[in-house]
Structures are given as C-alpha cells and as structure tokens.
C-alpha cells in the first residue's frame, strides 16, 4: 500500500498536471516555443504516471467494494465476490509497482536524437579500422530500430579506416538506447597489417551527446569566433578549391568544432552549429550534475587500452560489458547491428539504480 507521504506527493502531481493541461490549451503558449516545450514534455512525463494513479485509486475502492461484499455474503455469493478480491489485490499489486517504476525520475534526454563521436584511440591504424567497424555496427542497428543515420563529419584513415566520424542518429528512443555506448572500446583481434598472426590490442573512444534544439542553449554571436579554409582530405592534400571548411570556437568554453565535409561554407556552418549546441547543452547537464554531487567519470577517458566499458574479442568471438559483467559469445551478431541484448541489460541495470537510489 501506498505511504501517506508517497499519496501526497501523488497528489500534488494530480493538481501539476491539471495545471499543466491548462497552460497548454492556452492559445498564447504558441508565442513561446521554449516554454511550449517544456510545458509539452512536463505533460508527458506527468500523463502516464497520473493515469496510473488513478487506476490505482479506482482498483483499491473495487478492493474495499469486494471486501464488504464478502462479509455480507454466503454461498455461492461469498465465492464470487471473494474471487473479485483476489483479482482486485492483484490489480492493486501491479499498479502500485507500475507506479513505483514511473516515480523513477525521467531522463532529461530522453526523446532526443543522439550525436555519436568515434575516434581511433590507441594502436594506430587498427585503431581507425576498429572506428569504422564501430560506425557501421551502429549504423547497421539503427536501420533495424527505423532510425535515420546522417553523417556531418568524417576523417578517413590511410588503410580505409576513420580517424574520426561524427554522425547524428534520429530516432524516438535512440538516447534511452544509445546513452550507454559512451566510454573506450577496447578490440582484440589479428590486425590486417599482422604477418605473424599475433592478436593486438587497440581501443577506439565514443562519445555520446543529446541533440540540443536552439530552443535548449542560447548562444550570443559574439561568442563565436568562426574561421574558414579549404577542406583537406587524408594526408592533408586539398580536396577543395574553396574556403569551404567551417572552425567555429566558443570562446566562454573554448569548444571548437571544425566541419569540411560539405561543398558549401553554410552546409558546414549549420552542422557545426548542430554539434555545438548538443555540446553546450551536455557540458551544462554535466555542471549541473556537479552541483548534485552526482558528476560521472567522462565517458571518453584517455582511450587507452586499460580505460574500457566494452572488449570485442574477435578469436572467441565474445563481447564483454565490463560495467555490468555481462559476457556475450555473438561478437559476429553484434557487429551486424544485433545490439538489443547489450543495451536492453544497460537499461535495465540503469533502472535498477534508480529504484535503489530512491
């Protein structure tokens, strides 16, 4: 049964949400879309967990209903209303702990699209091959899950690798899927550039980052500092005849991104400006974080070989996750975008926290 602290605080989410409802049938909130986004996604996360506490509240007075009624039966009347009993403690049991699963407190990201940035890390070239391997798992899973891939930056290796790619992955559940993917990927395997047959280890760094809107991080122009170049390609020849390459530099921050990969100079403005929010918006979360005393270990690290979330171990064909110690022997599935088992465990394992958090 529900505590009286939890019923009122139940409640009080009741009456939000009402009030809620009203800020949103009111004609005037279309002049403000940052406000219309937060009122939107506060009706949201306030819906499902008030309609859950009315059905709980509906199913307990059935429960009192059936109750009475057995102590003022017999017979075949008493069985009946005892078996209305059971079925009402039994809906009471699941909705309360349905409710107890939606107090967990939401994601702020979730519903955004995800920027994913992968880099080769430690071991040179393999390293690179190891990042293209990774962008064409995650490319591959999102086409099973519907999402859309763009790519806005990418860095090609000498041997057909990527010194870097960052790529935007659309999707509705992306981040609650992809949140986890952020930290040092360590491979094991027999590089192509081995004679000897030897196993090496390298290590590739993702960084996983929400999209921000421009309604989400307000930038001043004047803490911009936008240079222009002409693109380069790999070994540093000119692959273009213009100044088309984008740098732009946050000054406050110091958060530089650089885009070449379009023809044209606003092409390259506008997904710089893309990454750039996203940034701004996660290094606030983060300072935010910090005052909670709830900051996290950066996802990327150093990279190095030591530093890993994950190991692909190509001989046993085995994936590893070292935060959860969860061991899977389809390294082959999972390079195909089979990925569901990973991070439906990292989701859960997140959830988990939560409940015992709170």
């Excluded at 605080?9 to 940052?34: M, W």
């Excluded at 806005?152 to 981040?175: C, H, M, Q, Y």
Aim: proline share 3%; net charge negative.
């Amino acid at each position: 049964m529900l505590n009286d602290r939890l019923r009122e605080r139940l409640v009080d989410l009741e009456q939000e949400f009402e009030s809620v409802l009203a800020e949103l049938n009111d004609p005037g909130l279309s002049s403000d879309p940052k406000r219309l986004r937060e009122v939107s996604r506060r009706h949201r996360e306030l819906e499902e967990v008030v309609g859950c506490f009315r059905s709980l509240e509906a199913s307990q007075s059935d429960l009192e209903t059936a109750r009475e009624m057995v102590s003022d039966s017999s017979g075949a009347e008493r069985e009946l209303a005892q078996a209305e009993v059971t079925q009402a403690e039994e809906d009471v049991a699941r909705l309360e702990e349905e409710l107890r699963l939606l107090l967990v407190p939401r994601d702020p990201n979730a519903g955004r699209n995800v920027i994913l940035e992968i880099r080769g890390a430690e071991g040179g070239e393999e390293a690179n091959l190891f990042a293209k391997d990774l962008f064409e798992m995650y490319s591959r899973y999102a086409a099973s899950k519907g999402w859309k891939v763009e790519v806005l930056s990418s860095s090609p290796s000498e041997r057909d690798g990527l010194n870097e790619i960052t790529f935007l992955v659309k999707g509705e559940d992306a981040w609650l899927r992809l949140e986890h993917e952020g930290g040092p990927h360590r491979v094991q395997r027999v590089p192509v550039t081995e004679s000897q047959g030897r196993i090496h280890t390298s290590s590739a760094a993702v960084a996983v980052l929400p999209e921000a809107e421009e309604v989400d991080v307000d930038i001043d122009p004047n803490d911009l500092k936008i240079d222009v170049y002409r693109s380069t390609g790999p070994g540093g020849q000119s692959v273009n005849t213009t100044d088309s390459a984008v740098r732009i530099t946050h000054l406050p921050t110091g958060i530089v991104v650089a885009m070449q990969d379009e023809k044209s100079q606003i092409q390259n403005r506008a997904k710089a400006m893309i990454v750039l929010r996203s940034r701004l918006l996660q290094a606030e979360q983060e300072r935010q974080a910090a005052e909670l005393s709830q900051q996290r270990k950066s996802q990327v690290g150093g990279g190095g070989r030591s530093e890993k979330i994950r190991t692909y171990n190509y001989k046993e064909n085995r994936v590893t996750d070292h935060r959860i110690k969860l061991t899977l022997h389809k390294l082959d599935r999972i390079l195909m975008g089979d990925l569901d088992e990973l991070t439906d465990a990292l989701m859960a394992d997140k959830r988990y926290r939560q409940l015992d958090d709170g």
